[in-house]
């Protein structure tokens, strides 16, 4: 019977890791992968983490079930730092789950119970899990414009032109901050007016968050999603703690169904669980219970905080220096937009025959739609890069 599989295209990304494994060049720079590194190239366990898995171990009792919807904590401590006091707490149904993409993938099943004839628009670009998922479920998807090729910022009308489209029935899936993949984010105003026009047309949003804290801090990158949550009567929220606590393999993440009516509340809470009973029964535990450690012991906390606050300055260093560089490697202010990206990606706008150059003839790996992580530079391959970015025309 599994003669008629077909083989499935590889993951872009997953390829471009492995070709950089490969390369034997010294002064090769990775800027594919999308996981944060340091200075020496490394993804530490960050310390809060590592302090809670200490004294985890001395206190875990038992590694028995916990409930459907992962343990009722965690959930607490993540809807507090999603959403803080934007909504009451007992509007939000909420379960744990195996990272972001399981959230994701969650809320796509959600919908698509409520709606078989659901539109999911999706900004274009996204990131491409978003797209593979909605296929291979068998969704429908409808791409909304968002990036200026131009200026490498929002396409601000083109979105609001597009989104104007959706119905009720239909999902707007929405970045919470640090746009994946191209860095350009909505303005406060800007979220203000996706709002009132979602309220217009009923369209229920989808925010994936995924990077909070990595922008402009952890408050002001929940801002938009707050704002949606207070405003509109239905919302879904995919979020992970992969990135801004640092446990990627741990899979942790978090689905939020948002609604202003008890009643509703309690079937989501059900439809949640459910839906983790089907798929895998229970979430995953232990990286959500570091998690919730570190969120609920002060000391910890501050710690994590500072953390989340050296990484977000470290990468918007980065950002700065590679303007500044270019700047002056250019005369033109032309790559000024690399300091207003935020969160740890940028689409540079190069062709993908450019990148190809860079790879070549100076070992640079981003992805293919010239995607670069940040993350990935440090001081001294910084002006490197921004050689090579000349070099290959862009
Ligand atoms: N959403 C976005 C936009 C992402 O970039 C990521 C991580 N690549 C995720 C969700 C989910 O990540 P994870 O499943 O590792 O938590």
Known sequence: MFELLKEQPADKILMLMQAFKEDPRDQKIDL?????????????????IKAAEKKLWEIEDTKTYTGLAGDIGYADAMVDLLLGDAVPRDAVAAAAT??????VRQGFD??????????????????????????????????????????????????MEDIADARIGDVV??????????????????????????????AVPMIDIAYQGFGDGLDEDA????????????????????????????????????????????????????LNRQNYSFPPDHGARLVTMVLQDPELRADWEAEVKEIREGVLALRQQLAAELKRLTNSDRFDFLAEHRGMFSRLGAT?????????????????????????????TVPVLAKAIVDAGV
């Not at 999308?34 to 310390?47: E, F």
């Not at 968002?146 to 083109?158: I, K, L, P, S």
């Not at 790879?359 to 530079?377: E, F, K």
């Open 32 to 48: 594919g992968v999308g996981v944060y590194k340091d200075a020496q190239g490394r993804t530490p366990v960050m310390r809060a």
């Open 98 to 103: 195996p990272g972001g993409t399981g959230a």
């Open 110 to 159: 959600l919908v698509r119970m409520a709606n078989r004839e659901a539109r999911v628009f999706v900004s274009d670009p996204t990131w491409p899990n978003h797209l593979s998922i909605l296929k291979h479920m068998e969704m429908h998807m409808v791409p909304y414009r968002y990036f200026n090729a131009e200026t490498r910022g929002v396409d601000f009308d083109g979105m």
């Open 173 to 202: 899936l929405l970045h919470g901050c640090c746009h994946n993949p191209t860095g350009a984010n909505l303005t406060t105003e800007q979220w203000q007016q996706v709002i009132d026009l979602l309220k217009k047309t009923g």
């Open 223 to 274: 801002e938009g999603t707050r704002m949606v949550a207070a405003q509109l009567p239905e919302v879904l929220i995919a979020a992970s703690c992969s990135k801004n606590f640092g446990v990627y393999r741990e899979r942790t993440g978090l689905l939020l169904a948002v609604a202003h009516d008890e009643a509703r509340r309690k079937v989501n809470q059900g439809m949640l669980n459910y």
């Open 352 to 380: 993908p025959e450019q990148v190809e150059k860079m790879r070549v003839d100076s070992g640079i790996y981003m992805v293919g739609d010239s995607r670069m992580n940040m993350a990935g530079l440090n001081k001294d």
